[in-house]
């Protein structure tokens, strides 16, 4: 039996055995540097998790968690140009430590190895693990766009806000659920449940980060808090406070984010003021504790033991319960 | 028995199936607008007629061939904010009609599409299909980065531009061969050899093209010559002249090459007297025929007999004999 330091080892070992250290450097070295930042590797973790919890062989399921891995950090690489983020776990981005063009690139080819890890997988399953993983791909590509036209645009609403978080955070750790599941050779409706589980989970992950942006202790969460803020994002907890705010707080609102070239630290500080007033923090957490309700759910109608399903529902514990 | 003609329609048809008019509309539409604009469809027909002659119904390759289909037509997207190319066949390039974020992520999204298309092939095929697609989707991006390389090197040699259009162009014709006799279930010597006729064939076309740019009758060519001149592109013809001119040439070429802002007519004359002056248009017809020649005898050694290989025959000296 596996621990989950051992599959986190697993992934590791895999993604340092790529072949991406050849000519041509310039195309090479940022994939490298992309791939060697390490962070959580939570969605091959879950990958992995999710074949062992059906009784499979994690060896199986590392070519397609690899797969997932890569395919997640091009999608970082061309979000950062997209969104024009310098920085990211501390370091420079690519396009930023080279150029945009190496980044778009050095992107595709990742998009490529990734493809080509994921046919390493059982002949039997590539079928299935194809279906999920180009859909998952092109989900995750519209979100990205509703996220891109939510920036400009005053209809957002919260529905609306939900399915982008849903296409562009939520269903990659679905998928990476479910590809494991079916490398387990899990049957259908369970393959359907810990998607679903991992959907709203990711959901509920994400409005937590939301709220860790705006009232995270920057120890504990790792980064300045207010960034969101600041940078005009309408999440969940602006989109809440518009509709619950009275009509003076939601102007002032709008006005405060509308405007560039506020003082920023003001700013912030009216803003999480107008969100305490009108209960903002408490509404997003009872939103948060209805998904992983729901996700919790999901995971009970699945046909396995609760001592089998422990590992992954202290993994989602642990994801959703850090503090702010 | 379907003609040429017949194949092109089914490429048609199939592209005009793909579920690419959704939302989000900044996403689909770019991908619409690229996809509806035609073109020889080269890629796709070689993959069908490649099944075709291999015995197999073209039907059965034709989401292999539309997957090489949208994976070319997004490497263009791509490559033109990479080349800040303004138009493509007469129209704007989606990076100058929308913007460089939407042609990166509406790229992403056609290369997830192309890979969705890719899965409907027979599943029995699936695993061999995967290891060609990614393997030159790969060699695609090395051969683009390679392109990029070589416009700030002055260390490229002939060797290495053949290297570059072998990856950047010539992989991806031999990939549809080898595809289309993979899914007629060729054996593998054969989609060895298709796929070397291909790779030939390929470099020849692009050597072609090279020539055509330079000395091609714009009538007939299409497009306004000396274009490489202008953009001081290394093509074989420029490295040929370095290598086989004197030092006064030599040295003339270099200085043309170096500096902008030259009188692009006066400079591309000038390029093509010293073009004219050390045969470079007849050495390169040379190099075209040697390389046509082992894509003849890469044909010529496949199990089937000449009056079935007749068809790809004749797209092959089509592709050549553009008039120059």
Sequence with gaps: ???????HQKIADSLKQLPVYNE?????????YTLDQGGKRLRPLLALI???MFGGNPDKALPAATAIEIFHNFTLLHDDIIDQAPLRRGRDTVYKKWNINTAILSGDTMFAIAFGQLSKSDPEKLPDLMKVFTQT????????QYDIDFEESDQV??????NMIRLKTAVLLAASLKIGAIIAGADEEDCEKIYLFGENLGIAFQLQDDLL????????????????????????????????????DGERLKALYSKRNHNDEEKVAEVLE?????????????????????AMKNL????????VKAPLLLLAEGMLKRKY
Excluded at 24 to 32: D, F, R
Excluded at 157 to 162: D, F, L, P, R
Excluded at 277 to 293: C, G, H, P, Q, V
Aim: charged fraction near 25%; proline fraction near 2%; hydrophobic fraction near 35%.
């Design 1 to 7: 039996m596996f621990s989950n330091e051992d599959l």
């Design 157 to 162: 609403n919260i529905s609306g806000y939900i």
């Design 300 to 307: 009970s109608e699945i046909k396995l033991t609760d001592e």
């Design 213 to 248: 942006d705006a009232f995270g202790d920057e120890g504990v969460f790792g980064k300045k808090t207010g960034g969101d803020i600041v940078a005009n994002k309408k999440t969940y907890l602006y989109l809440k406070a518009l509709k619950s705010a009275g009509s003076e």
């Design 50 to 52: 999710s074949t062992r």
């Design 274 to 294: 107008i969100f305490t007033r009108n209960n903002i923090k408490s509404f997003t957490e009872n939103t948060i504790l209805d998904y992983y309700s729901v």
């Design 24 to 32: 041509p450097a310039g195309l090479y070295e940022p994939i490298s």
């Design 137 to 144: 791909a092109v989900e995750v590509c519209e979100g990205q």
